[in-house]
């Protein structure tokens, strides 16, 4: 209907209407002298607007403008050593920690969420207790895993302050996260799909592995890379749970430090300042490729 | 298999659970030693003098916590209307992803940031070390942007678009209908957005650590230093023993218990804004 309307119309008298109907800048800054309040909070939400973002970028390039020139081959050397602060070793603990916390946090999240949409009485007082509890987990402040961590997997369970530790701390931490996205993607799952899977005599859990979770891929995929941000940035909870060794352990019970880890005992001990924002430059390329991922994932859903 | 996806779903009770048991049996215990009352309501922190007095601390996480609210929160609202109401379709999109980048910028670069930025100026344009309680604030202040104007935002738009219409028929500009109808509307999204403003502010460490001073006396001046309760249970845990680590472990329960009060009034405030609806 739209279309013929508009192909028919006078297109001289559609244009004039189109004016007639949207406001100039000029119209609005004429409202705004008869109206000086409107204009006021006008300014004011302009101003706050580009305080944010001004904020945002600026922070990003002050700590890539320091950090940039610092970052050299010496600082990706093997080892670790008091006059050569190496980040290497850092770099991988990292990553093993991510890939170990993820390999634990993911399955269980998962088929937390899978409990909760496929299996679940919505509204029983099982689910309730269960949002509840994730709901509070996801309000706890870092620090007090940290201290959750030192006292359970540390002290009480002998493993020392290990990788495994904190890796085991960082599964806690993480695991809400990954609960939340997952039910998403699995709730927006159309029901339909379901039905036809069962119609063709599939059983359930054939439906749910084969039909269910492929079509939720992307939306857990987005939250699992959101949780990889998480344990790459993350220091009070690691602090007294994997420990600050700048090494890579021989094993999962050794202890070592992560990148963010290594930024900070550097930024305090305060003797390797430099080396300090040259780990902050690293550790803002992770952040923003990771944002960049899960940006992909979220516009690969949109698009369905 | 439905007895796996049962015990996986019992995982974050278990969680919640072991947290609790572990936390307050580690801690309690310290604080009838000292003296519940002692230890709350005492004015001194002096491990190697077994004094124990953590008001200092909650008195500090208070304040700074209220600078930040002070700060952010004005920023970031009308970020929000202008995100949810001003914004450019166009430039919408990289806006929103900016937010995000900033909500994922680990607490670490914020102090960091802080450290090499924040205190020097601070030293600069009001004398004294600049590691203060007002560096501590202005970053706490940035750190809860992306936050509360996720949430914000979202209240905004969730306000039906009859109210606008309805105010700019009535013959009022488009800001009085923004900021006296439509926002009134999304009160109890907004207030829970500040609320969780709140919670990170209050349980930030590593950032407030690196900028704030971490001296454990009563907050004195914008100016002078002070230590949080986070500050003080990581500043200290490295090296404690005895009763002292058990009175950082008891600093923690309390700020575990601080917590717990602001997400159960973040669940009241949500159950509120979905009964608005």
Avoid at chain 1, 231 to 243: D, I, K, M, N
Avoid at chain 2, 172 to 199: D, N, Q
Avoid at chain 2, 248 to 273: D, M
Wanted: glycine letters at 10%; charged letters at 10%; hydrophobic letters at 55%.
């Amino acid at each position: 209907m739209q279309t013929n309307v508009s192909v028919t119309a006078d297109p001289a008298a559609e244009t004039t209407m189109k004016k007639r109907n949207t406001l100039t800048i000029g119209d609005q800054l004429k409202s705004y002298a008869k109206h000086p309040g409107a204009g006021v909070l006008a300014f004011l939400t302009l101003l706050g607007a580009v305080t944010t973002f001004a904020l945002l970028f600026f922070l990003i390039g002050y700590v890539l403008v320091k950090g940039i020139p610092y970052l050299n081959a010496s600082l990706f050397s093997f080892t670790y050593t008091s006059e050569n602060v190496s980040l290497l070793p850092s770099l991988i603990n990292t990553l093993i920690m991510t890939l170990v916390s993820l390999v634990i946090a993911a399955p269980v999240g998962i088929f937390a969420a899978i409990f909760l949409v496929e299996y679940a009485k919505k509204g029983s007082r099982f689910v309730k207790l269960i949002r509840i509890t994730a709901e509070t987990l996801s309000g706890i402040p870092s620090i007090v895993y940290g201290l959750f961590g030192m006292l359970f997997f540390v002290t009480a369970l002998h493993w020392g302050m290990s990788l495994l530790s904190g890796a085991l701390t960082m599964v806690i931490m993480v695991l809400p996260l990954i609960m939340r996205t997952a039910e998403e993607a699995l709730k927006s799952v159309p029901d339909s799909y379901r039905e036809a899977s069962f119609g063709l005599g599939a059983g359930k859990l054939r439906t749910i592995f084969t039909i269910v979770l492929p079509s939720a891929v992307p939306g857990i995929l987005a939250g699992v890379i959101l949780a990889i941000g998480r344990v790459v940035g993350e220091t009070a909870a690691l602090l007294y749970t994997s420990g600050t060794v700048a090494a890579v352990p021989n094993s999962l019970m050794g202890s070592g430090r992560t990148l963010a880890l290594h930024m900070y005992v550097l930024s305090s001990e305060g003797l390797h300042v430099n080396q300090a924002s040259a780990t902050a430059v690293v550790i803002l390329a992770f952040v923003l490729v990771i944002n960049g991922l899960s940006g992909l994932v979220a516009r690969k859903i949109a698009k369905g | 298999m439905k007895g796996v996806f049962l015990i996986a779903a019992c995982a974050s009770v278990l969680a919640v659970f072991l947290i609790c048991v572990f936390l307050f049996a580690n801690g309690l215990p310290a604080m009838g030693k000292i003296g519940p009352l002692k230890f709350l309501f005492g004015t001194e922190w002096r491990p190697t003098n077994d004094k124990f007095g953590i008001l200092p601390m909650i008195v500090a996480s208070i304040y700074v916590t209220a600078g930040a609210i002070l700060i952010g929160v004005p920023i970031a609202l009308f970020t929000s209307v202008f995100m949810a109401r001003y914004c450019p379709k166009k430039i919408y999109k990289p806006l929103k992803s900016g937010i995000e980048l900033m909500a994922g910028v680990p607490s670490i670069v914020y102090g960091y940031f802080g450290l090499v930025l924040l205190v020097p100026l601070i030293r600069q344009l009001f004398g004294g070390t600049g590691s203060s309680m007002l560096a501590a604030c202005i970053l706490l202040g940035i750190m809860i942007l992306p936050t509360i104007i996720g949430v914000t935002e979202s209240a905004v738009r969730s306000v039906p678009e009859s109210y606008y219409e309805g105010s700019l028929a009535l013959g009022a500009t488009k800001e009085r209908s923004i900021f006296f109808v439509m926002l009134p509307a999304a009160k109890s999204g907004i207030l829970a957005g500040v609320v969780l403003g709140i919670g990170r502010a209050i349980g930030e460490t590593m950032a407030v650590i690196m900028v704030a001073g971490n001296q454990p006396r009563m907050p004195k001046g914008l100016l002078q230093g002070v230590r949080t309760m986070t500050a003080n249970i990581v500043t200290e845990m490295g090296y404690a023993s005895g009763l002292h680590r058990e009175a950082l472990i008891a600093t923690g329960v309390v700020l575990f218990v601080f917590i717990l009060i602001i997400n159960l009034s973040l669940s009241l405030l949500n159950r509120r804004a979905e009964n608005a609806n």
